[in-house]
């Protein structure tokens, strides 16, 4: 069995026509073996007693290899490739989201409620009172999902096109995850003062706003120019939601080694918008001793009440011109390492020099600083960013429960309390009696993970004074 795995994203499908005599099919099986292709489903399409098609199957290692293999088989003698799929394309095919109506529009009683005449009183209404806006209109299960294209996934500065299947995928998982209505917004623009402006201009349809793929340092300037200017919360979720999930698996890993958040030693590699808004949460829970290090080297260090005082701005704190060593330095008798920069930054070997019963959290996409089959032998626990390892830090846990809540009060913004509650709710998701090296985190598929982070962070948005009204059903929010 090649090593592939089980959820391939180069699954393709090829329509072959095979002379219909005996051994063809086996002759494009042992093409596909040969060239490291593993077989999947074999589907008969038509036949005749001269021609057979079939629609073939098969994982690849990466696009241009699916490509080899195609033009492979179209080499056999008695084989014709009539076509050939990608999976992941054929998802995408039209876009993966709608609007759909919540009532039918099938009389003309109805039309004339929902449209003109009717709805001129409900416009009426909400201009002589704005927070009408939340009971009549989508407004309070709306999030806008904006971008600038200029940090899609890892892949760098594509542009807002290349972005809409990226936030159109966000928008399905607001939808099917936390029943969120959320609308992709491409901005064809990277200038801060412009994305600011339009954002402004657009806030008033929306119940919050979702900062997505905006590359640093300018994703920090628009954060906070909107969160100062908007009464709705906005959240850049590549820095808090990331942040949110990390803190909630540190502390299950620190809980199963027995070791406590203030005391432990903590080193960051990567102070980009991730990393600066992971150091902001741990040191809000409770870091005492932490290093942060970019591809200057340690560059963020000080004594905790000096970090904490200055993580609204972290990046007043880096000393870009000034390091104190390098990554390697900081590693030295750390109990936890922290990586959000580049793959196979380290060797398994440079973690001996941390502290026993070490904590490794390597987070680059698609390769972690370190290989994951080296470094487990050399650390207790071991976390990715990655779906096909245990001990995912997948920021999709954390921002659909994080949204559900702020909206259902109705919050005014997502406050350090509303983050912190979501992360402690999310770690708490696990029944303490099946925490282990391997689950210190749970599936994006376990149902009582939005729930609970929604209750919690609706709860800290009450408490804080930032909730317009209680939740939906009215019950008690401080509880969770």
Same mark, same amino acid.
């Given at each position: 069995?090649?090593?592939?795995?089980?959820?391939?994203?180069?699954?393709?499908?090829?329509?072959?026509?095979?002379?219909?005599?005996?051994?063809?099919?086996?002759?494009?099986?042992?093409?596909?073996?040969?060239?490291?292709?593993?077989?999947?489903?074999?589907?008969?399409?038509?036949?005749?007693?001269?021609?057979?098609?079939?629609?073939?199957?098969?994982?690849?290692?990466?696009?241009?290899?699916?490509?080899?293999?195609?033009?492979? *088989?179209?080499?056999?003698? #008695?084989?014709?490739?009539?076509?050939?799929?990608?999976?992941?394309?054929?998802?995408?095919?039209?876009?993966?989201?709608?609007?759909?109506?919540?009532?039918?529009?099938?009389?003309?009683?109805? *039309?004339?409620?929902?449209?003109?005449?009717?709805?001129?009183?409900?416009?009426?209404?909400?201009?002589?009172?704005?927070?009408?806006?939340?009971? /009549?209109?989508?407004?309070?299960?709306?999030?806008?999902?904006?971008?600038?294209?200029?940090?899609? *996934?890892?892949?760098?500065?594509?542009?807002?096109?290349?972005?809409?299947?990226?936030? =159109?995928?966000?928008?399905?998982?607001?939808?099917?995850?936390?029943?969120?209505?959320?609308?992709?917004?491409?901005?064809?623009?990277?200038?801060?003062?412009?994305?600011?402006?339009?954002?402004?201009?657009?806030?008033?349809?929306? #119940?919050?706003?979702? +900062? =997505?793929?905006?590359?640093?340092?300018?994703?920090?300037?628009? =954060?906070?120019?909107?969160?100062?200017?908007?009464?709705?919360?906005?959240?850049?979720?590549?820095?808090?939601?990331?942040?949110?999930?990390? %803190?909630?698996?540190?502390?299950?890993?620190?809980?199963?080694?027995?070791?406590?958040?203030?005391?432990?030693?903590?080193?960051?590699?990567?102070?980009?918008?991730?990393?600066?808004?992971?150091?902001?949460?741990?040191?809000?829970?409770?870091?005492?001793?932490?290093?942060?290090?970019?591809?200057?080297?340690?560059?963020?260090?000080?004594?905790?009440?000096?970090?904490?005082?200055?993580?609204?701005?972290?990046?007043?704190? %880096?000393?870009?011109?000034?390091?104190? #060593?390098?990554?390697?330095?900081?590693?030295?008798?750390?109990?936890?390492?922290?990586? *959000?920069?580049? #793959?196979?930054?380290?060797?398994?070997?440079?973690?001996?020099?941390?502290?026993?019963?070490?904590?490794?959290?390597?987070?680059?996409?698609?390769?972690?600083?370190?290989?994951?089959?080296?470094?487990?032998?050399?650390?207790?626990? /071991?976390?990715?960013?990655?779906?096909? +390892?245990?001990?995912?830090?997948?920021?999709?846990?954390?921002?659909?429960?994080?949204?559900?809540?702020?909206?259902?009060?109705?919050?005014?913004?997502?406050?350090?309390?509303?983050? %912190?509650?979501?992360?402690?709710? %999310?770690? =708490?998701?696990?029944?303490?009696?099946?925490?282990?090296?391997?689950?210190?985190?749970?599936?994006? /598929?376990?149902?009582?993970?939005?729930?609970?982070?929604?209750?919690?962070?609706?709860?800290?948005?009450?408490?804080?004074?930032?909730?317009?009204?209680?939740?939906?059903?009215?019950?008690?929010?401080?509880?969770?």
């Amino acid at each position: 069995m090649n090593d592939i795995g089980p959820y391939s994203n180069y699954r393709l499908t090829a329509r072959i026509a095979l002379a219909n005599k005996p051994g063809m099919f086996a002759r494009v099986a042992s093409a596909l073996a040969e060239e490291g292709a593993n077989l999947g489903a074999v589907d008969l399409v038509s036949a005749t007693a001269d021609l057979m098609v079939r629609d073939i199957t098969f994982d690849a290692r990466n696009e241009s290899h699916g490509d080899r293999v195609v033009q492979r *088989l179209g080499r056999i003698e #008695g084989v014709t490739v009539l076509s050939a799929s990608d999976r992941v394309f054929l998802l995408h095919l039209g876009g993966k989201i709608k609007v759909q109506s919540k009532l039918p529009v099938n009389t003309r009683n109805i *039309l004339s409620m929902v449209y003109t005449p009717g709805v001129g009183r409900v416009a009426q209404a909400i201009a002589k009172d704005k927070a009408k806006a939340y009971a /009549f209109t989508t407004k309070s299960n709306s999030v806008a999902v904006v971008t600038d294209g200029s940090a899609v *996934l890892g892949l760098g500065n594509l542009g807002p096109e290349a972005a809409l299947p990226v936030m =159109e995928g966000k928008a399905m998982l607001f939808r099917e995850l936390a029943g969120i209505d959320a609308w992709p917004i491409c901005l064809n623009t990277q200038q801060t003062d412009d994305i600011v402006r339009t954002v402004q201009a657009i806030a008033p349809g929306f #119940g919050a706003i979702n +900062l =997505e793929d905006i590359s640093a340092p300018h994703c920090f300037d628009v =954060e906070s120019r909107l969160r100062s200017s908007l009464d709705i919360p906005v959240m850049h979720d590549d820095q808090h939601g990331t942040a949110v999930v990390l %803190l909630a698996a540190l502390s299950n890993a620190l809980e199963i080694i027995g070791k406590k958040l203030e005391d432990v030693r903590v080193t960051v590699n990567g102070l980009g918008a991730a990393g600066t808004a992971c150091c902001r949460m741990l040191l809000a829970a409770g870091v005492s001793h932490l290093l942060g290090c970019d591809k200057e080297g340690i560059i963020l260090y000080g004594e905790a009440e000096e970090l904490r005082a200055c993580r609204a701005d972290l990046r007043a704190c %880096l000393t870009r011109d000034r390091p104190r #060593g390098t990554l390697r330095d900081a590693l030295r008798g750390a109990d936890v390492f922290i990586g *959000l920069s580049v #793959g196979n930054l380290l060797q398994a070997d440079d973690l001996d020099v941390m502290a026993k019963d070490r904590i490794v959290f390597a987070m680059a996409n698609p390769d972690p600083e370190v290989a994951p089959e080296l470094a487990v032998s050399h650390c207790r626990i /071991f976390a990715t960013g990655r779906s096909d +390892l245990p001990n995912q830090i997948n920021n999709a846990l954390a921002f659909p429960g994080i949204f559900r809540g702020a909206l259902d009060v109705q919050a005014t913004t997502i406050n350090e309390a509303m983050k %912190l509650a979501a992360s402690k709710a %999310l770690a =708490e998701a696990i029944p303490r009696a099946a925490l282990s090296e391997d689950y210190i985190i749970p599936s994006l /598929f376990d149902k009582e993970v939005v729930p609970r982070i929604a209750r919690a962070v609706a709860g800290a948005a009450y408490e804080t004074g930032v909730a317009r009204r209680r939740n939906k059903v009215g019950e008690d929010l401080t509880s969770s």
